[in-house]
């Protein structure tokens, strides 16, 4: 069983209450992660705990299993250590290893952000390159698609980080936060799904954000995310009228309690549907 994980950073947002404005996910034109939420499950999940800074890199450190108690990394370090493949993790003060069980020395990460690369290092995923100056976003976004579904064949698990709405989130611009979502949903969303859908291969894939973002707030704020999970080799009967927005994914309700409970999830998945193969 393969594993893909999308963390589309500053995705989630709240309706801003000055200008009754819904959410860019409500708004905006996202075929296929309306199609995936339909095929698979929504639900929502914390990405952070008390008494830890909300921050990005907290939250995506969180999600994937590394505990904040031993120390937070700091933004510097992870990024010099992802730009710099020759230096070792021993150099770094702040930089402490961790382990995603079943993956770690089994993975890939594809991004452009430097310190999502020193992540994933410390959680011994291999760095995809991605190589792309003078790109739009699309081709980007398409760069990362293909990098991603050309690593599933050879690796247990690949994870998939972009950050564009949380860019323009920060600015405050909320038509560019529909576009980067609708851009997401085009040229990256879509190329993986299919690629998903089509294969032989059985495949986990989740898709997710790091922390609720509010476009009028210009800062996250601390509250659970939505969540999709679709799994190629189950048959699902979803709802027709399913969309995917913040509100949907709250009302289904699932046992991640944690922002580690996904990965165990999504670990423990394998295992069991391995035994009922064998």
Not at 15 to 21: G, I, R
Not at 27 to 53: Q, Y
Not at 60 to 86: A, I
Request: with cysteine.
């Amino acid at each position: 069983m393969k594993t893909i994980l999308i963390i589309i950073a500053g995705m989630a947002d709240l309706p801003d209450p000055l200008t009754l404005k819904e959410t860019p996910l409500v708004m905006g034109h996202i075929p296929s992660l309306d199609i995936l939420a339909r095929r698979g499950e929504m639900t929502s999940f914390p990405t952070i705990t008390e008494p830890h800074e909300i921050s990005h890199k907290n939250a995506l450190l969180s999600v994937l299993g590394y505990d904040l108690d031993r120390g937070e990394p700091s933004v510097e370090e992870l990024m010099e250590f992802g730009l710099d493949n020759s230096l070792p993790l021993t150099q770094y003060s702040s930089l402490c290893p961790f382990v995603l069980p079943g993956f770690s020395g089994h993975g890939v990460c594809v991004t452009t952000s430097a310190w999502v690369r020193g992540v994933a290092k410390c959680a011994f995923l291999k760095p995809i390159d991605i190589y792309s100056p003078g790109s739009s976003d699309a081709e980007i976004l398409e760069a990362v698609a293909k990098l991603a579904c050309d690593a599933l064949p050879n690796n247990e698990f690949v994870l998939v980080y972009v950050d564009s709405p949380l860019k323009v989130s920060l600015r405050g611009d909320y038509e560019g936060k529909i576009k980067a979502l609708e851009q997401i949903d085009r040229h990256l969303i879509t190329p993986i799904a299919d690629y998903v859908w089509k294969s032989d291969l059985m495949i986990n894939m989740a898709v997710t954000t790091d922390l609720v973002t509010p476009w009028h707030r210009r800062r996250p704020t601390k509250m659970s995310v939505p969540l999709i999970l679709y799994f190629n080799n189950h048959d699902w009967d979803g709802d027709p009228e399913q969309s995917f927005t913040e509100v949907q994914a709250m009302l289904n309700e699932r046992n991640l309690n944690s922002p580690s409970d996904l990965m165990r999830y999504l670990c423990n998945f394998n295992v069991s549907e391995e035994e009922e193969g064998e």
